[in-house]
């Protein structure tokens, strides 16, 4: 991990805290928080498609002003906060429209992507509409694609934004599993299609954390804060198959950003 000015800001903000009973450690902390810079790119997952919301100004893009992006931003009042993440993005749409907003003084960004290069929402839709021998073909496509693809894209993404952003602290979120595996569903998918792609999205999960770490970024696996909040549990952060609004089937709930993502954001220091 580098090491940065939002390093620097946690450890500051610790000696605030201990200073708190002065005046002048409690102006400290405020003025700390309001130092950091902060960039926030990627697709759905970080616009916060599913949560609602939505700033009317981003369009398409459905950035929601419950995402975890502006829910950090929201409780951290940073300098400047700039969301350019976007519905349906993918590593070339990060490049080529993401990050105009990076610069040396940058301390924190944050992204979650691969999700859609890989072909996140056929295999959602092949698992949906096919056998289960189907599905499993195209689970296996997708993992073939994060074997010998998608590395060199997301280096592409990373070392841009290295190059861009040199002294900020680079936050890669990852992708939960979506089901819970013998839960309370009663129809829709066998549990060997949600079991396949569960594995998938650990796939995934774990090629994006190689290529993170060896670019110096912190890796935030999202699996633990999900586990017990997945489609087919009691207090699902995920919408499950929408027919009615099909863009957010699958993804998090204002719940799952508050409570799945922002906590892994906020322990990737």
């Known amino acids: 991990m580098k090491l940065s000015r939002f390093a620097s800001y946690a450890s500051s903000l610790l000696f605030a805290v201990v200073l708190a009973?002065?005046?002048?450690?409690?102006?400290?902390?405020?003025?700390?928080?309001?130092?950091?810079?902060?960039?926030?790119?990627g697709d759905s997952y970080s616009?916060?498609?599913?949560?609602?919301s939505y700033d009317s100004a981003s369009g398409s893009c459905k950035r929601s002003t419950v995402?975890?992006?502006?829910?950090?931003?929201?409780a951290h009042s940073p300098s400047t906060f700039a969301f350019a993440a976007c519905s349906g993005a993918r590593t070339g749409d990060v490049l080529s429209g993401q990050l105009g907003a990076l610069n040396s003084s940058t301390d924190l960004v944050s992204i979650t992507i691969g999700g859609n290069d890989?072909?996140?929402?056929?295999?959602?839709?092949?698992?949906v509409t096919s056998s289960d021998a189907t599905c499993l073909s195209r689970v296996?496509?997708?993992?073939?694609?994060?074997?010998?693809?998608?590395p060199g894209q997301l280096d592409q993404v990373y070392s841009t934004i290295s190059a861009k952003a040199p002294a900020a602290h680079v936050a890669v979120l990852g992708y939960p599993r979506f089901y819970k595996i013998g839960g309370s569903c009663i129809a829709g998918l066998s549990d060997t299609k949600r079991a396949a792609i569960n594995g998938a999205a650990d796939y995934l999960n774990a090629a994006t954390a190689k290529r993170a770490?060896?670019?110096?970024?912190?890796?935030?696996?999202?699996?633990?804060?999900?586990?017990?909040?997945?489609i087919c549990s009691s207090n699902a952060w995920l919408h499950s198959l929408?027919?009615?609004?099909?863009?957010?089937?699958?993804?998090?709930?204002a719940a799952g950003?508050?409570?799945?993502?922002?906590?892994?954001l906020n322990s990737t220091d």
């Open 21 to 41: 009973l002065t005046g002048a450690g409690a102006a400290n902390a405020a003025q700390q928080a309001q130092s950091i810079d902060y960039v926030a790119l």
């Open 47 to 52: 616009s916060g498609v599913g949560a609602g």
């Open 67 to 74: 995402a975890y992006p502006a829910l950090w931003a929201a």
């Open 118 to 127: 890989a072909g996140f929402s056929d295999v959602m839709t092949t698992c």
């Open 140 to 150: 296996a496509q997708a993992r073939g694609y994060v074997d010998s693809t998608l």
């Open 213 to 230: 770490a060896d670019h110096g970024f912190s890796f935030g696996d999202v699996t633990g804060t999900f586990t017990g909040h997945e």
């Open 242 to 253: 929408n027919w009615l609004d099909i863009g957010v089937s699958y993804h998090p709930t």
């Open 257 to 264: 950003q508050s409570g799945g993502y922002l906590p892994v």
